[in-house]
């Protein structure tokens, strides 16, 4: 096919503003899928993500369109828009040369919008602003197209209005979509040269792999090869995705689709490699991706040991679809054996977490989640440290540093001040405040990773009344004043509740662990006292009264069943308990931390 008859696009959007809808509109307008095969989303095929209408992994569609007597074809690259995701929306936006800018033209500009389109304008692509929902009675059209050229500086003057949900107008969105994304330049004669993009797991074909060719052709039987990994293979099959599979003969400078090479698992699949001849002068090997970062971390143990194996199975065999998420193996005095688990973001680990309860049935202990800590070491190098348990005593820590963030929010101006003390209270520092319009606002804090993992999105939530919306990038390390906090359990350090916090906060954190620790530990025959330090310097302290008299007693007199009944249920009580030294946990207690961030 002739590149000048290919246009490849995304549609970037915050989430819910119906970037699945529009891409469901566009197969039918296309002709692509029936109307009566459209009752399911297509464009985001797992279970989970339907669940939580949230678009994870990238896909791609081809379509076929005639317009004034000639036949294009139209590439839809899917892109996710959760924030945990960016860097995954960077992947689809290479294969690309336009965006559609998707707006709710009743919620406006928000802060993922703002975030993909400029993700979209570094990347060089041509941006068509589309206006969507415009079928709602409060749609404000006009508005949203001046907040659209107020913080993004795009023109917005030929923004298209158009309902995903009706129909209404999606056939303009084509039209503009041919006349106004740049058709791919790369020459058909040239050695074959294309991109990885992405890859999915198939039980039976093994790797799928995502490519986008930008020079020449690759037909089927080729020998290619992956020029970053190295190895060559044979082409066994290749072809589009319309949405589902479509082999064909070859794929040329251009076009998007898949190619299966008898690649056994994901891990041998490096998304952001270059695919080339492996015969000869190979191409030169595109620019890779920038490696998706692992934001925060957290421990999983299950809570009867005899499921460990269990355990490393099924997390293996999530990974396999999901090599952005990873794990090793790690012990803890307290929980046993298990595994520290890193993440994009904390929705990521949401994700991860329902899988695996939905698809096997370990019961687990999970402990709060953290971020990666730089340490250096007194005489020492610089160590990354994943796991509050690992972080070396403060005397002997020399430089504590941690992830700073910068974080835009995008609300109704009411609320400035709300957000304003929320990020004072966690000490960020202002970067600055925008006007989208006389109502709405940006405002852009860097504060560190860790004050924005555990709560800040529920918290602007509720400051906001839901009408704010958030995102975040990675700024870089600074140093911290900041301390390795532990939790004592009748005198001993249990390993998996320590936390790091701001040396200023230790008081007031240590204080609320405890007396959380206090609600959810039972009474026992002795007293425990419970204790928050700073090394050997106790912060804060409780004690758990000892048992007045035997639960049993009540039943004195009374018919033996009933007795044996109360035992049962103490039993299975214990089953979630963990023992330290001679006291039971309750795994909800290792979770104490989280909800006292
Ligand atoms: P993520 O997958 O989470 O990124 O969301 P999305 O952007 O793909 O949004 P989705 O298409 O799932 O739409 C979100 C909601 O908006 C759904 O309830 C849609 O039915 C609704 N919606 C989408 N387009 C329109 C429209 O044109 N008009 C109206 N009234 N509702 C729409």
């Known amino acids: 096919i002739d590149p000048a008859r290919i246009r490849n696009f995304s549609i970037i959007a915050h989430i819910d503003h119906g970037k699945s809808t529009l891409a469901d509109r566009l197969l039918e307008v296309t002709g692509t899928v029936s109307k009566r095969d459209m009752k399911e989303q297509l464009l985001d095929d797992m279970d989970l993500e339907r669940q939580r209408g949230i678009t994870i992994k990238a ?14 074809e139209l590439n839809l690259i899917d892109t996710p828009g959760h924030v945990d995701f960016q860097y995954e ?15 709710d033209a009743f919620q406006g500009v928000e802060a993922q919008t703002v975030a993909n389109a400029y993700n979209a304008i570094e990347h060089n692509l041509e941006i068509i602003p589309v206006l969507n929902k415009i079928d709602l009675v409060h749609a404000r059209p006009e508005e949203v197209k001046e907040e659209i050229e107020q913080t993004l500086g795009l023109d917005a003057e030929d923004a298209i209005g158009c309902s995903a949900k009706t129909g209404l107008n999606c056939q303009a969105v084509i039209d503009a979509i041919i006349a106004r994304v740049p058709a791919p330049t790369g020459k058909l004669d040239a050695t074959l040269q294309a991109m990885v993009f992405d890859s999915v797991y198939d039980e039976f074909r093994g790797a799928i792999i995502y490519v986008r060719v930008m020079n020449g052709v690759v037909r089927k039987g080729d020998r290619v090869k992956f020029l970053q990994a190295g190895t060559a293979h044979e082409v066994v099959e290749l072809g589009q995705l319309a949405p589902r599979r479509v082999p064909r003969e070859h794929l040329s400078a251009g076009q998007v ?68 998420f990873v794990f090793e193996p790690e012990t803890s005095d307290a929980l046993g054996f298990g595994f520290r688990c890193g993440f994009l973001g904390l929705l990521h680990m949401e994700i991860v977490q329902q899988r695996l309860e939905g698809e096997s049935d370990i019961d687990l202990v999970q402990t709060a989640p953290n971020v990666t800590y730089r340490i250096k070491v007194k005489d020492g190098d610089w160590i990354d440290v994943h796991t509050p348990q690992r972080v070396p005593a403060n005397g002997d820590i020399e430089d504590f540093q941690q992830p700073i963030v910068r974080v835009s929010f995008v609300l109704p101006v009411d609320y400035i001040g709300g957000i304003m003390k929320l990020c004072a209270d966690r000490r960020g520092v202002f970067v600055r405040q925008e006007y989208l319009s006389p109502t709405r606002a940006m405002l852009v804090y860097d504060l560190a990773l860790a004050e924005v993992v555990y709560d800040m999105h529920d918290r602007l939530k509720s400051i906001t009344r839901g009408y704010g919306t958030m995102d975040y990038e990675l700024r870089g390390y600074e140093t911290g004043d900041l301390v390795r906090l532990d939790i004592l359990v009748k005198g001993e350090r249990v390993d998996a509740l320590s936390i790091v916090c701001d ?20 009474r026992h025959m002795f007293e425990v006292p419970l204790q928050a330090a ?26 033996i069943s009933r007795k044996r009944k109360l035992w049962e249920k103490q039993k299975e009580g214990k089953k979630r308990m963990k023992s330290i030294g001679q006291v039971d946990i309750p795994q909800k207690a290792f979770l104490a931390v989280l909800e006292t961030g």
């Open 503 to 522: 040396k200023r906060d230790s008081e007031t954190r240590g204080r609320a662990v405890i007396k959380k620790l206090k609600e959810e530990i039972p």
């Open 257 to 324: 689709g898949y190619v299966v090479c008898n690649i056994k698992s994901l891990g041998q699949v490096h998304i952001g490699d270059t695919l080339s001849v492996a015969q000869g002068e190979p191409a030169a090997a595109l620019p890779g991706y920038e490696q998706p970062k692992r934001m925060v971390f957290c421990g999983l143990y299950p809570s009867d040991g005899q499921d460990f194996e269990n355990l490393r199975e099924a997390l293996s065999k999530l990974q396999v679809n999901d090599p952005s």
């Open 59 to 72: 896909r791609a569609v081809s379509m076929r369109y005639t317009h004034h007597g000639t036949e294009y």
């Open 534 to 559: 700073i090394g050997t310097r106790v912060v804060a302290r409780e004690t758990i009264k000892a048992m007045s008299k035997n639960v049993t007693a009540k039943c004195y007199g009374g018919d």
């Open 89 to 103: 929306v960077s992947r689809s936006l290479t294969c690309c040369e336009g965006a559609l800018l998707l707006v």
